[in-house]
């Protein structure tokens, strides 16, 4: 709905400036959009400048005017041209405006004359302005037309290109530069004239008075220049996406919003890869300080990107992950050049020579390597071999293509190496022709095959911002995931948490009491075991012990009908004495003793072996026996190394090559393999994961012969960051009733723990303290890492709230950490809270699972109660 006509706005009013792209421009749904977008800016008490580019498909269209030899080809291109514009002048039901009306004319005369009068280069950067000079004039009409009275500006009376010595005629047309500053004069002209502008981008005017181009992203830049030049309170840029994400959403799904970054980020996130910003836009808004959002014109509700000035430093972090590829390695290399005064001048004299512009640069005693972009060069097969014949005369030349760069961006790179043991073990696995760490200490590539990048680069996503895997997670920084915003078509609100609104006074009543306390709520174990119980291809439900013990939840669970897993000796005692109505438990543990196995066997629980050793050197305790094989699949999930249970780093697990002897052994004993087993680890979100394990399983059973069960282990992840997807129990449903179909003879055993359970406990703890370090809040609670390790020991990142104060503005940025005489007792990095007060109830969610088993008195300090609520 549009917005009432504003009142007029004063000589000082702010500017924003309103960049539109091709796709936004293009149909009359879109310029209904535009136009009410602006009509908001406008009632904000702001002058409007709107920067507009060509008609999706006319910038290609022009350039394809511009390649065709004859005047009558060039003539009927410009005609098709012509026709789109007129065609969306129909469906907006407006005659043609005469600013539209001289420039299909001028078109049609540059048409028929070609490049002859002109020269070449200038005439098709002339050529190719028409499409934001025809977008212009159109959307001028329709928004005039529209009861919002808009001026149409040339950009080219505004934007002055200046020639830079490096640059050749080529790059000097098509490919020019602008010094915007702010110009107190264009502002004062412009506020004269009118309050809402809409103009062209991707066009300037050079000394010459010829028109050049901005290049490849020259809309979004041309946004920046107006920005600078005149101040602007803010310039947006409108696109089909909500911002800038941590990474390529059509590549790493789970990507998430970036919604703050400052101008250095953003520019290193933009030149390394990201496509919805052109690194060019940012500089011209620095020195005036000028903010830029990203906005996605479809969802204008969205919050988007907002860049700017640098914000307060976090704790280094990755940010993003981007990938770039056609690149092109340039390997020079001579014995001669070691100390050798000048070698690289003459180096680097060739490629300004062939006017290539060098990104990366690596270097050697006897080596210089260097990458080209294809985004900053026009790269072809002749342009290298004449590079690559001019260097021979100093160097021996290698070429080396088709690469890709990736690259990790955050700032503090330099202090995170450390960390990135992870990341660089899978670079170990590949031919790495270069690495390069900024000097800015803003990035540090990888340059591998372009072959490896579609697979690598969601998995290296995954290591270092998807679940888990940070735990640094301000939610000023950090938004939904692409998944989350994008996926379905629709953002599906949160169910809010038990904690959050029914169950408030209560626990606040809990920690009056005492603290630190872990709370656990029925209800949620009910309804999360029910849920997994519509899984229709599962035999037998199983939970994992070993997650949470308390009796209160083994009983909820039992009366759902769970069954249970169980891996020491304490808890198979445990689960006897207070679920003695439950079938004998599944018993899984690892390297265990023997006298745990005589126990399991003693009580009738299904036992799991996963080594040689308990058949090699106790075989008689097994003869005779049904048993299960925990077999290794040979690779790891989850968002740590500490929980992924597979591959060959992991304890767990029999290798597939010790298979035949393992069944040799049990055969010698009288032993029979009546289950199959793997898990290869925890937190996982992809429902295609189980379904994979499945097959897998079913495909060793079918050579065994013996087998009856499956058990596909447990691992199913919960969402913990704010952006991430839930696990998707109806696509899990289907990937097992997939494998169920064809492997029918096999029953279907799961054992999950920490998905029945996380979300229905919480650590409930007091503010102790409050301490100003070197940039950086700390936030002092009553407990720490000896009641939830978790934090310390997998890097994982529980939600933490200020309970006490709910609904209050959260302002503070704080590193919650405990009283334990321990660096790593930190519960969470960079949280977003409300300013807090000594004695506020913090309350750490989904610390259900793994909480108050995996505690201790370390320090001598009390271990926290549990207490229950049952509805």
Known sequence: MTPPNPAPLSADAPWIVMKFGGTSVATLPRWQNIRELVASRRAEGARVLVVVSALTGITDALKQLCGEGGQDKRKAAAGAIAQRHYDLLEHMQLALPDTLGERLGELARLAEDGPAARGELAWQAQVQAHGELMSSALGAAFLSHSGLPTQWLDARECLAAVALPSQNERTRLLSAMVEAKPDPALNARLAALGEVFITQGFIAREQHGRTVLLGRGGSDTS???????????????????????????????????????????????????AKVLHPRCLSPLREPRVPLLIKDTNRPELEGTVIGPEVRAHAPSVKAISARKGITLVSMESVGMWQQVGFLADVFAQFKK??????????????????????????????????????????????????????????????????????????????????????????????????????????????????????????ALFGPSWQMLYGGGEVVPAVPAWWREAQRSRLLQLAAEATPRYVYHLPTVRQQARELKSLAAVDRFHYAVKANTHPAILRALAEEGFAFECVSPGELVAVGAIVPEVAPPLFTPNFAPREDYVLALGIGATVTLDALHPLQHWGELFRGREIVLRIDLGRGLGHHEKVRTGGSGSKFGLPLDQLPLFLQLAETHGVSVRGLHAHLGSGVLDAAHWGEVYAQLASLAERIGSVVFLNIGGGLGVPAHPGEAPLDIAALDRALREVKAVYPQYQLWIEPGRYLVADAGVLLTRVTQQKDKGGFRYLGVDTGMNSLIRPALYDAWHKIVNLSRLGEPATALYQVVGPICESGDVLGTDRRLQEAQEGDVILIAQAGAYGKVMSSHYNLRDEADEVVIEA
């Open 223 to 273: 946004a920046a220049y107006f920005g600078a030049l005149l101040k602007a309170q803010r310039v947006e840029i409108w696109t089909d996406v909500a911002g800038m994400f941590t990474a390529n959403p059509r590549q790493v799904p789970g990507a998430r919003l970036l919604q703050r970054l400052d101008y250095e980020e953003a520019q290193e996130i933009a030149s390394t890869g």
């Open 354 to 475: 062939h006017g290539l512009s060098v990104d990366l640069i690596g270097s050697a005693e006897t080596n210089v390597t260097v990458s080209l972009d294809p985004t900053e060069n026009l790269l072809d097969s002749d342009a290298i071999a004449a590079l690559a014949s001019d260097l021979a005369k100093v160097c021996r030349v290698k070429v080396i293509a088709p690469c890709a760069a990736i690259t990790l961006v955050g700032r503090g790179m330099r202090s995170l190496l450390h960390t990135l043991s992870g990341v660089l073990a899978e670079f170990g696995q590949l031919r790495v022709h270069m690495i390069s760490q900024s000097s800015n200490n803003l990035n540090l590539t990888f340059v591998v095959d372009e072959e490896v990048v579609d697979a690598l680069l969601p998995h290296l996503h995954d290591l270092l911002i998807g679940a888990g895997a940070l735990r640094t997670d301000d939610s």
